[in-house]
Structure formats: C-alpha cells, structure tokens
C-alpha cells in the first residue's frame, strides 16, 4: 500500500502558486520523498525529491516539515500546461530488505483554469 | 539524447498470444523496473532489476517474464498467462536501488488485447 495521503483533486487559476499537500506519517528515517506528475497516456515525469531539507529546482519547490511527517510541493506560477495528476511518493529504501521501488497512489489531479 | 525507449507505442494482441515489450535506456543505470497502470489507476510493479543478469519478482508478476543480459536491455513478454493484459505498461530505471537515487521512466506502451 502506498505510504502517502493526497487530496482527489485541486483547482488553481494561471499564474497563481500551486500549492500540493502530502501526509506521510509513517516514513522510515533513509526514505525520500518524490514527487512525480503524469499528464494522460505518459510516462510519469520526475518532479523534486527530498530526504529532511527544502529542495528547489527549476520546476518546482518542495517543503518538508521538520518531523517529515507531510510535505507540500510548490508550483511557483502555474499555466494550464501543469494540468496533471501528481503523485507524491515515498521510495523505500532497497538496502531495509524491500524492493526499493515506488509505490504509487492515486495521486492528486491538479486543474489549472485560465 | 539519453533516454528510455520503449516500442511500440500501441500493440493489439489476439487471445493466447505472447508478446514483447522492448525497453532500452541509455543512462547507463543499473537498475530497471516495469510497471503496469490501470486506467484512473496508479502504477504497479510488475518486475525489477538490479544489475545484469538478475531480476525480482514485483507485486503482479504472474503472467509475465523478464530477462536482463544486457545492461540498456530489459526487455517485458506478456504471456497468454496472462488474464488481464490490456493496460499501459511503463519501464523506468535508476542509477541504483538507495532510495535517494531518482527513478526515470519512459512514455509507456499501450497494449489492447483483441
């Protein structure tokens, strides 16, 4: 089962910050948190990922609260081309004895109206 | 471009068929999954691979085979065995199995049995 919580669906209107929450209560202390979208009928796009620290790069910014127990991703200005279904992930770590893998669930599908 | 590759696209099988799914990647990664994805659905591990020459089972193998004897190659055969085939089946790879070494994937193949 997947390790994460994320709300069905968000609306957010062009140019506004997307602002995309997660609840991972029960992540294990070496597991990262990743953040994928997928627009229909792609593959999944990598996003961010991060361990304990506030990553940023050019797509995105991701904040991770200090107990690690949720975290929020960030699209700075959003345009409609951000319409997606967004996945926030905890990767196992391959090295406790699981598959290292990413479990994936249903995700978050972000509508951004002009 | 570096990237994964996967052919075809969009594959129809009769009944009893066996098919193949193709996945090269030319990251120079390690490691090599397949998943498979539902509609409205999120992914699913079919098999993993971690280095040449060995592969794991995921949580829906039955059905399916994999082989890795070479390193960009991992490639997927949907056997008749298989009761439910139609889906978009997705292939990704990763530098390595820790969890904090990202995992890629590539634009899907679309398979209809008829």
């Known amino acids: 089962d997947a390790k994460t919580t994320q709300p069905p669906s968000m609306d957010c209107a062009e140019g506004r910050a997307a602002n995309l929450p997660c609840n991972h209560s029960?992540?294990?202390?070496?597991?990262?948190v990743y953040w994928y979208r997928q627009i229909h009928s792609q593959g999944p796009q990598y996003i961010i990922h991060?361990?304990?620290n506030n990553e940023t790069n050019e797509m995105a910014s991701l904040i991770i609260t200090e107990d690690r127990k949720s975290s929020t991703l960030i699209l700075p200005h959003a345009t409609l081309r951000d319409t997606a279904v967004y996945y926030c992930?905890?990767?196992?770590?391959?090295?406790?004895?699981?598959?290292?893998?990413?479990?994936f669930g249903k995700g978050t599908k972000l509508s951004v109206k002009p | 471009d570096g990237g994964i590759t996967q052919s075809p696209k969009y594959l129809f099988r009769k009944e009893g068929q066996n098919v193949t799914l193709s996945c090269e990647q030319n990251?120079?990664?390690?490691?090599m999954y397949w998943y498979r994805q539902d509609p409205g659905q999120g992914l699913r591990l079919i098999y993993y691979?971690?280095?040449?020459?060995?592969?794991q089972k995921g949580d829906i193998a039955e059905g399916y085979s994999v082989s890795r004897e070479k390193k960009e190659s991992f490639p997927l055969t949907v056997t008749s065995a298989q009761k439910n085939p139609t889906a978009f089946y997705l292939c990704?790879?990763?530098?390595?199995?820790?969890?904090?070494?990202?995992?890629?994937f590539g634009e899907g193949s679309w398979l209809t049995v008829v």
């Open positions: 990704a790879s990763s530098p390595g199995a820790s969890s904090g070494n990202t995992i890629y």
């Open positions: 029960t992540i294990s202390g070496n597991e990262y």
């Open positions: 991060g361990l304990k």
């Open positions: 992930i905890v990767r196992e770590s391959y090295y406790g004895g699981s598959q290292g893998n990413l479990i």
């Open positions: 990251l120079n990664h390690d490691a």
């Open positions: 691979s971690q280095i040449v020459n060995d592969f």
